[in-house]
């Protein structure tokens, strides 16, 4: 199991505003906030990667095609959950790549939706149940 990611955004402000929205819905809350970072862990003491958030040094633009992070998806209870991240994820100005939907090219249940957070992170919300 991963214990953090670190990810360095080019503006930690935008960042804090966006995470503060969209981490909860995922399951996640605050950890600490300062002036030069914030982070997230697993809500309700559930075990799980926590998520680190750092200014940028080299201004360079991040894209998932190339060597690096391609994606975080966020696993969740029930399809409900991958439609309410999917409506913030739009209500915050997010650039979506994929409505939710079931993935049939994914071993069954898969039910997900893809956006790009306001520094070209693809995000994923999804359910491996067949549950509302």
């Keep these: 199991m991963?214990?953090?990611l670190g990810l360095n955004v080019a503006d930690l402000a935008v960042a804090r505003e966006y995470y503060r929205e969209l981490l909860p819905l995922l399951?996640?809350?605050l950890?600490?906030?300062?002036d030069d970072e914030?982070?997230?862990?697993?809500a309700d003491g559930r075990r799980g990667t926590y998520l680190f958030f750092y200014p940028a040094v080299d201004t360079a633009p991040y894209h998932r095609d190339r060597t690096g992070l391609q994606h975080l998806a966020f696993s969740v209870a029930d399809r409900s959950q991958?439609?309410?991240a999917h409506t913030r994820a739009v209500a915050l100005g997010s650039t979506v790549l994929h409505e939710p939907?079931?993935?049939l090219q994914y071993p069954p249940p898969y039910f997900a939706a893809f956006w790009l957070d306001p520094?070209?992170?693809m995000l994923e919300a999804v359910c491996h149940h067949d549950r509302d």
């Design 27 to 29: 399951g996640y809350e």
């Design 2 to 4: 991963l214990g953090h």
């Design 38 to 42: 914030f982070g997230y862990r697993p």
């Design 119 to 121: 520094f070209g992170f």
């Design 82 to 84: 991958v439609r309410a």
């Design 101 to 103: 939907r079931s993935f």
């Design 31 to 34: 950890l600490l906030d300062r």
